[in-house]
């Protein structure tokens, strides 16, 4: 099948998204409501030890996708009231994606996955602003991984371009449809909007035949090679 455009958001209604959206946001907190009423109000002699770690795992989850959503919806109101702003540092190319990668599985318990990244540049160090870029890889590796179900594979790769890199994050393995669009237009908005203020494009952001892809190009004059 040919590739269908992701809608990754220029413009965000913040009070519309929360109305929209008020299920999914709940979700996680319903979900701790109600196993950690499971923890308390059962004996551990009546409440085999397996399936307490059990409870307390979902608890766990939920509690990191909970923050994850509360966290998204902070940073869009800041965006959108121009309260953040860049502090490119050099960054190290390796340290960056590795990093991104374990904050990412950090604040994603639930996934089956770990996602790998390749480089394909002689550029080792550049300039930009480390919590952003993390952010940007950390959203659009959601986005993709909504496509494909737990035994696939998301990959990030680094290439040179001309004025600088074309970062590419992949997700392949066998085809789902996001549970909802939720995860699409917060964590879009956010990857798109910051990547916008390094002066970054997104050069692709397609739902594939066997997953999600996005690529952006990030411009990287003060970068160096090793």
């Given amino acids: 099948m040919p590739n269908v455009p992701l809608d990754l958001p220029r413009q965000l209604d913040l009070a519309q998204f929360i109305s929209d ?17 499971l923890l308390l109000n059962n004996p551990s002699a009546a409440y085999p030890l397996e399936m307490q770690k059990e409870d307390t795992a979902t608890v766990y989850r939920n509690g990191q996708r909970a923050l994850m959503l509360l966290n998204g919806l902070i940073d869009i109101a800041r965006l959108q009231r ?11 190319l390796k340290s960056l994606l590795e990093q991104s990668i374990s904050n990412w599985k950090k604040i994603n318990p639930a996934a089956m996955f770990q996602p790998q990244y390749t ?11 480390e919590l952003f870029l993390r952010q940007i ?13 737990s035994q696939g594979a998301v990959t990030l790769t680094v290439e040179d371009e001309p004025n600088g890199l074309i970062f590419k994050v992949t997700g ?28 970054g494009e997104i050069r692709l952001a397609a739902e594939t ?3 999600a892809a996005i690529h952006f190009a990030l411009t990287t004059k003060s970068a160096s090679s090793g």
């Fill in 21 to 37: 959206e008020a299920h999914d946001l709940r979700s996680p907190f319903n979900q701790i409501v109600g196993f950690s009423k």
């Fill in 172 to 199: 392949t393995g066998k085809k789902i449809q996001p549970f909802s669009m939720l995860d699409l237009h917060m964590q879009g908005y956010l990857g798109r909007t910051m990547l916008e203020l390094h002066q």
């Fill in 137 to 149: 890889l950390g959203s659009f590796i959601t986005v993709v991984s909504q496509y494909i179900d």
């Fill in 119 to 129: 480089i394909f540049t002689s550029i080792t160090q550049f300039s930009a602003d």
């Fill in 209 to 211: 035949e066997d997953g």
């Fill in 82 to 92: 121009h309260e953040k702003e860049l502090n490119p540092i050099e960054l190290d």
